[in-house]
């Protein structure tokens, strides 16, 4: 069964139990209230008789209630203290016989009236009687009746109207709860083809903007998976292509220089020269296979991390000599800035891959005289490490990519300064790995500022 089906007779089943309820309430409020109604205007004309005799109790006073209740819907019997008769306004049927015969068993009521009848159900007429004391000190009851046709027509009439109204908002129930679940199974719908394609392998879906509750959630969420499976489809793509291209050069380079080097006219000098052309180009392979076997155990979680305390400054200052030579040799000074004595726990191995990485990264895009700076700073216990040179920069549009693997900011470099496009890839993840974070800024023509973060001890 659809969903919209679903939606639809789940909202109806509801509704109409909550409707037929208040219908059912309402309408016995109604009639409740309407009989209660007549009632109590009932007992009111009566005790109003009653005032009167008890001011005038003489035959024009019953002859003029006999006459005013005659022209009316409602019947007036006076009576004495013993139940006679002495006026009616009609003559008198089984119905208020019954009512008056119950009631002269018991020969008394209050002054301000009784209900002697109320059920207008199943009797012919609804009844109150009021008692009054003539001026010369008689007693008497004022009967009032009511026929309960004229209520049962009412309440049929009434009936009526509730009926036609629970028609009218049954019918205008379905057609809401038509179009309110075709709205909310609309976007429903869309997510669920759409994830259809993505499990078909189709990750170019697109999804309408939604609104901001739970299904607008759900089809965030989804779109956001679909961009992000396009994304990595096409860094598949790029990255094998981009492997292909790496590995594929330098075999091309050792397959031709390899023949060349077998031809039996090549001097000793020549073929030495080629023979160092291989090895070069060996060794370039070798690295490259290296950094995706470091990027392959990442991805498989079996990149093994073995931490332990090492005071900052002493790592930074070997690392700092390793690297000196090769600056001077460029003529880019190398400057080391730290005066902290804060212990972090790390893989020293790892953790000097990432720093050199930087540094090597600074020293190709660094020009003559200018400066690189290691500069390590403690606050709230969190050490930061900055790698700054006045290097060439990285654009803007760039910086976002940069950590991506086989990324590469200026895409004509070639492989000898430019490296394979995964040691800042490494980088961020060793960071992670330890728990860390690391960002850049830059600046075209200004430099570059790598900042990694620790946790201090």
């Known amino acids: 069964m659809k969903i919209s089906i679903k939606l639809g007779l789940w909202f109806f089943i509801c509704i109409f139990i909550i409707e037929a309820s208040s219908m059912f309430f309402l309408h016995r409020n109604v009639v409740h209230s309407l009989v209660n109604e007549e009632l109590e205007s009932l007992k009111s004309r009566g005790n109003s008789h009653s005032d009167v005799l008890e001011i005038s109790y003489d035959e024009t006073t019953l002859h003029h209630i006999q006459v005013m209740e005659t022209e009316t819907e409602t019947e007036v019997i006076v009576t004495d203290a013993i139940g006679k008769i002495k006026i009616s306004s009609k003559p008198i049927d089984a119905g208020m016989n019954k009512i008056l015969t119950r009631h002269n068993a018991d020969l008394e009521a209050p002054n301000e009236g009784l209900i002697l009848q109320s059920d207008w159900q199943d009797t012919q007429y609804i009844s109150t009687v009021s008692s009054f004391k003539a001026p010369n000190g008689d007693i008497g009851y004022v009967y009032m009746f009511k026929s309960t046709d004229q209520i049962k027509r009412f309440i049929s009439r009434l009936n009526e ?5 629970s028609v009218l908002i049954l019918l205008f ?81 050792i397959k031709g220089y390899t023949d060349i080097a077998r031809r039996d006219s090549l001097s000793e000098k020549e073929r030495l020269n080629y023979l160092n052309i291989i090895y070069e180009e060996s060794n370039h392979v070798g690295d490259l296979l290296k950094e995706l076997f470091d990027l392959a155990k990442m991805d498989q979680n079996t990149f093994s991390i073995s931490k332990e305390k090492v005071k900052i400054c002493s790592f930074i200052h070997s690392i700092y000599h390793k690297m000196k030579p090769a600056f001077d040799s460029k003529g880019v000074n190398l400057v080391l800035d730290c005066k902290i004595t804060a212990i972090v726990n790390i893989d020293p191995n790892r953790f000097e891959q990432v720093l050199l990485n930087l540094l090597d990264n600074a020293l190709k895009y660094s020009d003559i005289n200018s400066l690189t700076k290691i500069e390590i700073t403690n606050e709230k216990n969190f050490i930061s490490i900055f790698v700054k040179d006045q290097g060439t920069g990285i654009p803007d549009e760039d910086l976002p990519y940069i950590f991506d693997r086989l990324y590469r900011v200026d895409k004509s470099r070639s492989r000898l300064t430019g490296g394979f496009g995964l040691g800042l890839s490494i980088v961020k993840e060793i960071v992670d790995a330890h728990g860390g974070t690391i960002s850049v800024e830059s600046r075209i023509d200004k430099g570059t500022c790598f900042k990694i973060t620790l946790k201090g001890q």
């Open 161 to 165: 109207h509730f009926i036609l109204a």
């Open 173 to 253: 129930m379905l057609i809401t709860i038509f179009f309110l679940s075709k709205a909310l199974t609309k976007p429903l719908i869309s997510m669920k083809e759409a994830t259809r394609r993505i499990s078909k392998g189709d990750f170019s879906v697109s999804l309408p903007k939604a609104s901001n509750d739970e299904i607008g959630e759900l089809s965030s969420s989804i779109q956001t998976l679909a961009n992000d499976l396009n994304y990595l489809k096409k860094e598949r793509t790029e990255f094998l292509a981009s492997i292909s291209h790496e590995i594929r050069t330098p075999l091309t380079y």
